[in-house]
Each structure stands twice: as C-alpha cells, then as structure tokens.
C-alpha cells in the first residue's frame, strides 16, 4: 500500500512546461467545442428534433417545458458540475504531486455524502437545507484530513493516507446510516452516495453557477505561485513563496470546488480523479492543465449522463456511469505503478 500511495512525478512535472499558445488555445478550442456539441446532443436526443430545439431556444417554439424546464438545467448543472469536480482534481494532485489525491479518494467528496445522508435519515432535512449539509459535511472532512496529515506541515504522502483513512470511516458511516433507515429513505439518501444530476431547478444552477464565478476566479489568482512550487518546496522557499500558506490556500479551494460539486449533484465518482490524467494525455506540456481539466470534466460527466439516460437498458445516475468507468483507470494506475517499482 505505500508504494501505491507514494508521491508522483506523474500528477504534476518537477519543471513547469507549456504548450505554445496556438496549440495550448487550440486544446481549449477543441474541448470547449466538444462541451458544447455534449449540450446540443442532450437537448435534441429523443423525440426533439433541431429545429424544435432551435425555435424553443429562439423564443418560438412550443417545447419550452422539455427544453428550459426539463433538459437545459440539468445539461447546464452537469458541465458546471464537471467543472467542479476538474478543478478540484486538477489542483489536488498539482500540490501534492500524488494522482490519486483527489476528493473523492480522499473522503471528501465522501465527507459531503455523508453529511447529506445523515439530513436526511436522521434530521429529516431536504431541499436546499441538504445541500448546505453536503457543503458543510466536505469541509469537515477537509479539515479532519489537514489537521490529522500536519506534522510541521503537510506532505502529499501523509495527506493521502490519511485521506483514504477518512474515506473508509464515510463509507462505514453511510453504511450504517442505511441499514437503520427506512426503505423509502434510504432510496432519497442513495442518491447521495452514487451522484445523479436529478431534475434540478434553475435556481439550483443559479446558486452553482455563483459560486464558480467565485471560485475559479481565486484558482486563477493562485495559478501562479502553483506553477512556482512545481519546482520543489525548497526552490519555490528561496524564490521567497510562502509554501504552506500557498498549498494551504489552494486546498482550501480545491476543497470548496469539490464540496460545490457535491452539493447539487453527490459525489459523482472518479470525475475529480480522472479529468487531470485525461487532460494532460491530450497536452502532455501542458504544466498545470487547469482550463483543459475543467472542461474535459464537464465532457465526462455530460457524456456519462447521456450514456446512462438514453444507451443503457436501464436509466443509470451519472455517478455509476463514472464509476464503472474511472475504476478500471484506478486499478490500471495501480498495476502500472507497481511493474515500474514505484509509486502510482
């Protein structure tokens, strides 16, 4: 097990690259192009032709109920969602240089679920009151996870270990949570524990929307000194950055990002873990990949919720979707960072 949470050169380069700006511009292009045609796929799938969608769009049409009430909210929450979940895995594994520091291996994401669960079965919350306990309950997480990992500072290493640590005492709590509710409970708290987009209403992606115009923002302020501690604590110390109270503050983001994504949609399994890879395969000089991590969540998580809504037997939330695909990148990462004798 230490060898495969041990820290990586693979989740951030020990010299900051990046890629000409023509091509970096055309990545970004490209991924942004790919969002958008996920978007349309979803409004126009079924029995809604392009033409309807464009008249609905375009104030004449007679589809509004489908389209603005039904499938542009929950499209719109999805890539903001993806956004979310990019980001927060982008900046996880950029500071502590390990790929499999992200909030959802981590317990954080985890964290949010259960404290959602526990609103729900035991406080008999709902609404907007379990999203704020979702928020609250990753923070906790968060901060259990940092003040556990410190010793006189925090590596990636320890905060790892401790993470997945956390991660197993939110799962044996929800555990818990579930064998004493009732059945009809336990379904509404499911939903918590595998991530779905539901029918979300447009104040729902209001509020998401606002907090992204808030966060992602503070990550671009800090993309900087990021880029400055790829080089090493000990380089970035002398260059005169404050190295812990930077990885603490882009934690804390990562951390905030997460526990927004969670809040409207669960902990949608493996976005966070696999957006960052995914990223940095297509740009491989990339440097931080924060952009092409954003948008190639949002692709992931609107192309899961097209699979499990219209090409599987059976309606499946987007978070088992994620799952069944992220999990054999895990056990790939695993096995491939052990035949090369180090950690993954």
């Known amino acids: 097990m230490a060898a495969t949470l041990a820290p990586s050169t693979s989740a951030a380069p020990a010299r900051p690259a990046s890629l000409r700006p023509s091509r970096s511009r055309g990545l970004v292009a490209l991924l942004a192009a790919t969002v958008l045609a996920l978007v349309w796929i979803g409004l126009t799938i079924g029995d809604l032709t392009a033409g309807e969608v464009l008249r609905t769009l375009g104030g004449s049409g007679e589809e509004d109920f489908t389209v603005f009430r039904l499938r542009l909210p929950r499209l719109v929450l999805g890539a903001a969602v993806g956004v979310a979940f990019g980001l927060a895995g982008a900046i996880f594994q950029t500071v502590l240089r390990n790929p499999l520091a992200s909030p959802d291996i981590l317990g954080v994401s985890g964290g949010g679920s259960l404290a959602a669960a526990t609103g729900i079965l035991v406080l008999g919350l709902s609404g907007t009151a379990v999203s704020g306990a979702a928020l609250l309950g990753a923070f906790a997480a968060a901060g259990a996870i940092y003040v556990l990992a410190w010793r006189a500072g925090v590596s990636g290493y320890r905060f790892v270990l401790v993470g997945v640590g956390i991660a197993f005492l939110v799962q044996a709590g929800l555990a818990y ?135 599987l037997p059976i309606n499946a939330p987007v978070g088992i979707v994620t799952g069944a695909v992220g999990a054999p990148y895990l056990l790939w990462l695993l096995a491939t960072g052990n035949r090369q004798g180090k950690g993954a």
């Open 177 to 311: 949570l579930l064998s004493r509710a009732d059945v009809g409970d336990a379904r509404d708290a499911l939903v918590w524990m595998v991530g779905s987009l539901g029918t979300p209403s447009w104040a729902d992606v209001t509020i998401l929307l606002l907090m992204l115009a808030v966060l992602v923002p503070l990550v671009a302020v800090l993309t900087g000194r990021l880029r400055i501690m790829q080089l090493g604590d000990d380089v970035a110390g002398g260059l005169g950055l404050r190295t812990e109270v930077t990885r603490l503050s882009a934690l804390a983001l990562a951390v905030a990002l997460a526990a927004a994504g969670t809040a409207f949609a669960g902990p949608v399994a493996f976005v966070a873990f696999v957006s960052a890879p995914i990223a940095r395969r297509l740009a491989p000089r990339a440097g931080l990949a924060l952009v092409p991590s954003a948008l190639v969540g949002a692709a992931v998580v609107l192309g899961a919720e097209l699979v499990g809504e219209h090409l």
